[in-house]
T-cell receptor
Framework: GAVVSQHPSRVICKSGTSVKIECRSL??????MFWYRQFPKQSLMLMAT?????????EQGVEKDKFLINHASLTLSTLTVTSAHPEDSSFYIC??????????????FGQGTRLTVV | GQQVMQIPQYQHVQEGEDFTTYCNSS?????IQWYKQRPGGHPVFLIQ?????EVKKQKRLTFQFGEAKKNSSLHITATQTTDVGTYFC??????????FGTGTRLKVLA
């Protein structure tokens, strides 16, 4: 299957600082990437949909000025958590869909980023 | 908005027993996908169902899509310790945006 690389896998930052998370599709072009947030033992909550070359679409309740998403190329999307606070601590996961596949619906997930804000 | 619920939330089974998780959507789905997430890992795609009443099998796993395309199930026959993890369904009503179910966490006791 296709590979999505997410970096970093773990990050600890001080309250008030910003953290950037990268999501790369390594062997395919991704028209659309999705960013999820997962609290311990809970489901994946969709935060935003990122389309190459256009603005991200944020889900209701997600602050777009706090969670900045950039999808500058067909292989890279970034999520920046700005002015992070302890309540932003969570597991963030990206997923991508291959524009070349016929059904174009199977999602490939990155390994996730465990963010801890202290 | 669209909601996708799964039951049960947790299931502990003895190795060799069967296991089933059920997925119910508040809206009609165009297709549904199933994922498995191992503890500490990321979701891994298992299968996609598209047609009403569709049944697909992968070795000991049987996936079913309801006739009304609002529910789905995953059945594992003769569970093994390697089946441990959380199983999520994820459905879409026609866009590329998938809503994940609440998940069922499976523990298999050896």
């Amino acid at each position: 299957g296709a590979v999505v690389s997410q970096h970093p896998s773990r990050v600890i930052c001080k309250s008030g600082t910003s953290v950037k998370i990268e999501c790369r599709s390594l062997d395919f072009q991704a028209t659309t990437m999705f960013w999820y947030r997962q609290f311990p033992k809970q489901s994946l909550m969709l935060m935003a949909t990122s389309n190459e070359g256009s603005k991200a679409t944020y889900e209701q309740g997600v602050e777009k000025d706090k969670f900045l998403i950039n999808h500058a190329s067909l292989t890279l999307s970034t999520l920046t958590v700005t002015s992070a606070h302890p309540e932003d601590s969570s597991f963030y996961i990206c997923s991508a869909r291959d524009r070349g596949r016929v059904m174009n619906t199977e999602a490939f997930f990155g390994q996730g980023t465990r963010l801890t804000v202290v | 908005g669209q909601q996708v619920m799964q039951i049960p939330q947790y299931q502990h089974v003895q190795e060799g027993e069967d296991f089933t998780t059920y997925c119910n959507s508040s809206t009609t789905l165009s297709n549904i996908q199933w994922y498995k997430q191992r503890p500490g890992g990321h979701p891994v795609f298992l299968i996609q169902l598209v047609k009403s009443g569709e049944v697909k099998k992968q070795k000991r796993l049987t996936f079913q899509f309801g006739e009304a395309k609002k529910n789905s199930s995953l059945h594992i026959t003769a569970t093994q310790t390697t089946d441990v993890g959380t199983y999520f369904c994820a459905g879409t009503s026609g866009t590329y945006k998938y809503i994940f179910g609440t998940g069922t966490r499976l523990k298999v006791l050896a």
